[in-house]
């Protein structure tokens, strides 16, 4: 069982790997043998269903016996299917070695629908493809509440529109109030009827979706809590970190892959990876930044590994290259000599400068020395 699990788990490209098998039935199988008895007892109990079937067709047909007697087929028919139900029933893991081996052969030859779970309990088809109508029809309400909302806001644009396009002035009423004796009515400036239950109902639908965003939202900042706080989480991320590292001075487009679950492992991955002939010590970012603790370390980055050298550029290695060229271009055009420089002062002749004595070291007569 350990190696079908196994298998499955490759074979499926599981993240977690597989630890429990189900059958069509929701029936949990923990060994191989209770996998080949329940495929044992199914095929012999499809095979007499569909006796039970033929029988049942051939009785409706021949319509040559009388009602007793039928009756009587029927009894005896149910009571054969109900004996040999039991009997079926009644295969077991030690009883296999008893049946026969042709037979045997022939029901394991066809493969055995399973189901894989990583610690999940069993859920039947048909309740996940009930999920998924459910999910579909949720999808099509809320497209067509949304193709509902803008249509009519762009029914109510085009009412504002024409309403503030046509200029209709309104209609002026005296009232009894000294703070506004005139009231204006109607015109342009006041929106119709139509328009205030467009609004209306469009305020309506956007509430309506703001709350079932809020009833999503919150589900999934629930499962989300339920994850974290969960001992057992569907992921552990591992710590082992995977960063992409080049040579002190060569380019970064050479690097290869290293990784660690601390500063010493990567460290020696460094080593071994980039083929070093002294052991890596230091890690620089590539702005030259010295990386010493591992937290400062993220996943996929891009290092700098040395043998303790100070950090060094591509163009501050390869500018140290042309001038070790040149060094040893001008010693063999021009001999050992050539590159003996010694380098001496020049003397300025209108600036005299005497030489240091020693005696400038020495305290005055005048002071104790204590």
């Given at each position: 069982?350990?190696?079908?699990?196994?298998?499955?788990?490759?074979?499926?490209?599981?993240?977690?790997?597989?630890?429990?098998?189900?059958?069509?039935?929701?029936?949990?199988?923990?060994?191989?043998?209770?996998?080949?008895?329940?495929?044992?007892?199914?095929?012999?109990?499809?095979?007499?269903?569909?006796?039970?079937?033929?029988?049942?067709d051939t009785d409706l047909i021949t319509k040559e016996v009388d009602d007793v007697t039928t009756d009587s087929l029927e009894l005896s028919a149910n009571e054969k299917a109900a004996s040999r139900s039991q009997l079926l029933l009644r295969v077991t893991v030690e009883e296999l070695g008893s049946l026969d081996e042709t037979l045997l052969t022939l029901i394991l030859r066809n493969p055995i629908d399973v189901w894989v779970s990583s610690?999940?309990?069993?859920?039947?088809?048909?309740?996940?493809?009930?999920?998924?109508?459910?999910?579909?029809?949720?999808?099509?309400?809320?497209?067509?509440?949304?193709?509902?909302?803008?249509?009519?806001?762009?029914?109510?644009?085009?009412?504002?529109?024409?309403?503030?396009?046509?200029?209709?002035?309104?209609?002026?009423?005296?009232?009894?109030?000294?703070?506004?004796?005139?009231?204006?009515?109607?015109?342009?400036t006041e929106p119709s009827q139509e328009e205030v239950k467009l609004m209306e109902d469009v305020q309506n639908m956007e509430v309506h979706l703001s709350e079932v965003q809020a009833i999503q939202s919150r589900k999934r900042s629930s499962f989300l809590k339920t994850i974290a706080t969960n001992p057992r989480d569907l992921?552990?991320?591992?710590?082992?970190?995977?960063?992409?590292?080049?040579?002190?001075?060569?380019?970064?487009?050479?690097?290869?892959?290293?990784?660690?679950?601390?500063?010493?492992?990567?460290?020696?991955?460094?080593?071994?990876?980039?083929?070093?002939?002294?052991p890596a010590q230091v890690l620089y970012a590539m702005d030259g930044a010295q990386l010493s603790t591992w937290d400062e370390i993220e996943r996929d980055m891009l290092i700098c590994v040395s043998s303790g050298e100070p950090f060094m550029s591509?163009?501050?290695?390869?500018?140290?290259?042309?001038?070790?060229?040149?060094?040893?271009?001008?010693?063999?055009?021009?001999?050992?000599?050539?590159?003996?420089i010694v380098v001496t002062p020049k003397g300025n002749p209108k600036v005299k400068v005497e030489a240091p004595s020693n005696l400038l070291a020495l305290p005055a007569a005048s002071e104790h020395i204590f």
């Open positions: 069982m350990p190696m079908l699990l196994s298998m499955c788990t490759s074979r499926l490209e599981l993240s977690r790997a597989a630890c429990r098998l189900y059958t069509v039935n929701g029936t949990p199988m923990q060994t191989a043998s209770d996998l080949i008895a329940w495929a044992v007892n199914d095929c012999l109990q499809e095979s007499s269903m569909e006796e039970q079937k033929d029988k049942e610690g999940e309990p069993f859920l039947p088809l048909h309740v996940l493809q009930q999920r998924e109508r459910q999910q579909k029809m949720n999808w099509k309400q809320k497209e067509k509440v949304l193709a509902d909302l803008v249509l009519k806001r762009h029914k109510m644009r085009l009412l504002q529109g024409r309403r503030m396009g046509a200029l209709k002035p309104g209609r002026m009423i005296s009232t009894k109030s000294s703070i506004q004796p005139v009231v204006v009515e109607g015109g342009w992921y552990n991320q591992p710590d082992v970190k995977r960063v992409l590292v080049h040579m002190n001075g060569t380019d970064p487009k050479q690097g290869v892959f290293a990784w660690g679950k601390n500063m010493e492992e990567l460290l020696g991955s460094c080593t071994s990876r980039l083929n070093m002939r002294q591509t163009k501050a290695n390869r500018h140290k290259i042309e001038i070790r060229a040149n060094y040893a271009r001008v010693r063999k055009d021009k001999g050992p000599a050539a590159t003996d």
